[in-house]
């Protein structure tokens, strides 16, 4: 996304991210109810339905929405090539995942076949359309696009690898025939939907917005490239390695490549030009310093100094998805929202660029203070969370601070939709 | 109109989070004067700002820097004194 080579006349219309991003949010608060509504025992191991549901309607309710919005977005303008249809494969898509990730949501609590088979047609069509759509343009971009394009493709396989394998595990739950090697494969579903969709789409994205938004030095090009490529290749190992060596050696190669990822970000964040209060920037540290932890907790695991107990697992999943890949999302959207609104009002502009002057600010848009409310809530959310694990007692209000995290958020982002459209009335 | 002195106004954009550099470049290039040229040291070409240009009637040139990966210089399409200065500035 750097402007180089932007190609803005392929823009999609504000709408078509904003869609996404404006019903993510009210996912992570309906996860946050179901824990609630779980009560203070409920939180013993990952396993639990509770859990479970939570768990889908934070990856894909919220995090897959959010990514799903931002490519939608993203890679018309680095392709060159406007998505066909636009105009309604991204709300068909938006309401297929998001009427999947419901009825997943309800199928792990009822353990009903309707609620199954509901959440297997909408998860396989919405994200089909998406791959078939998207996936042309990943495939029309050469090998030259840049490491970010690059990443954006692994990422790409790694949903495809984790859907399928989500999908086959749902059918044997409903009780389809399904081959044992085939159907017990929940470690390898969740290390390529989080290791691989989550971190190397993150990974993909960071190489593009965090020199441009934050005016940092540039990834280093050949060592971004491998560290993604080591980790695409990890995951495989992993997935098909038998001997306990190729399995320490795919862990290893993991941890170190994301290691790596996480420090030199941090170094690039900190090399930043000007060192003003950016609450983005606080919620990638964050994330980074949650991955960091996560990863540790692997190198533990791996090593077999400690056996992972039910309460370390779950404690790994809190720091990857509201630690790490939340935290994140979170901060990327405080930036984007108000740039794409922004960019959107200035294109409005071309034929009258002195309009330009009278525009809100992304300040305006969305004010700092905003960000830092969020970034609090955001902190005291996963403090409680992580505590709430060995402290039952706490359990009800950190699922309420979760939900106070994310109606904070729903509420930002419908104030800079409603100033971006005041604006536009504006202009016009 | 004046006479062009190709009096350098100068803007950079190095450090600037977008889209600082576009808002302040199209206050300066509205204000521009005859004889007047902008020099904008920026870290990318800045594209959004040359679709401005067009309705600005602002025209450009550009090319690599020392202290900045680019440099691009504006002057009024209208101001062909100034536009044989920029023409001739090379750093």
Partial sequence: ?428 | MTQATGEEILLNATAMQPPEPLQQAISILQQLRFGQYLRMLHRHLPYPLFESCQQLEISYRHFTGQQSEYIILFWRSDDPSTAKICEKIEQ
């Fill in chain 1, 1 to 428: 996304m750097k402007t180089d080579g932007l190609q803005l006349q392929h823009m999609p219309p504000l709408k078509v991210p904003f869609r996404f991003f404006i019903t993510a949010p009210l996912f992570g608060i309906l996860a946050a109810l179901l824990l609630l509504g779980s009560g203070t025992d409920g939180w013993s191991t990952r396993w639990l339905p509770e859990i479970v549901a939570a768990t889908h309607l934070l990856t894909l309710g919220f995090m897959a929405t959010i990514m799903l919005g931002a490519l939608f977005q993203v890679l018309p303008v680095l392709s060159g090539y406007s998505i066909p249809g636009q105009h309604w494969l991204a709300p068909t898509v938006q309401l297929m995942v998001s009427g999947g990730a419901l009825a997943l949501g309800g199928a792990f609590i009822s353990a009903d076949h309707g609620w199954q088979l509901t959440a297997i047609i909408l998860l396989s069509g919405g994200f089909s359309l998406f791959i078939g759509a998207l996936g042309l343009h990943l495939i029309r971009l050469g090998s030259t696009d840049g490491n970010s394009i690059f990443a954006i493709r692994l990422a790409a396989l790694s949903l495809l690898v984790s859907l399928s394998l989500g999908i086959i595990m749902l059918g044997a739950y409903m009780g389809i025939q399904i081959p044992h090697i085939l159907a017990n494969n929940g470690m390898t579903h969740l290390r390529f939907a989080l290791l691989g969709w989550v971190l190397l789409l993150i990974m993909g994205v960071s190489y593009q917005i965090i020199p441009m938004f934050h005016v940092t030095p540039n990834y280093p090009k050949n060592i971004s490239r491998i560290l993604v490529s080591a980790i695409f290749m990890a995951l495989t190992v992993l997935m098909l390695g038998r001997s306990y060596w190729l399995i320490l050696t795919g862990g290893c190669v993991l941890i170190l490549a994301a290691g790596i990822y996480a420090l030199i970000s941090f170094y690039l964040l900190r090399q930043r030009k000007r060192k003003i209060i950016d609450y983005t920037i606080r919620f990638w540290q964050l994330g980074l310093s949650c991955l960091l932890l996560a990863l540790l907790g692997y190198a533990i695991s791996l090593s077999g100094i400690k056996e992972p107990s039910a309460v370390n697992e779950l404690q790994w999943g809190i720091l990857m998805i509201p630690g790490f890949a939340i935290s994140i999302m979170m901060g990327v959207l405080y930036k984007i929202a108000p740039f794409l609104s922004w960019l959107h009002l200035q294109q409005a502009c071309l034929k009258q660029p002195m309009d330009i002057l009278k525009l809100p600010t992304m300040h305006d848009l969305l004010p700092v203070k905003y960000g830092r409310i969020q970034f609090c809530l955001h902190c005291l959310t996963l403090a409680l969370l992580l505590n709430a694990l060995q402290l039952p007692v706490i359990r009800p209000l950190a699922a309420i601070t979760l939900a106070a995290d994310f109606i904070w958020l729903e509420i930002v982002l419908l104030k800079t939709l409603h100033i971006y459209r005041k604006s536009m009335q504006a202009i016009s």
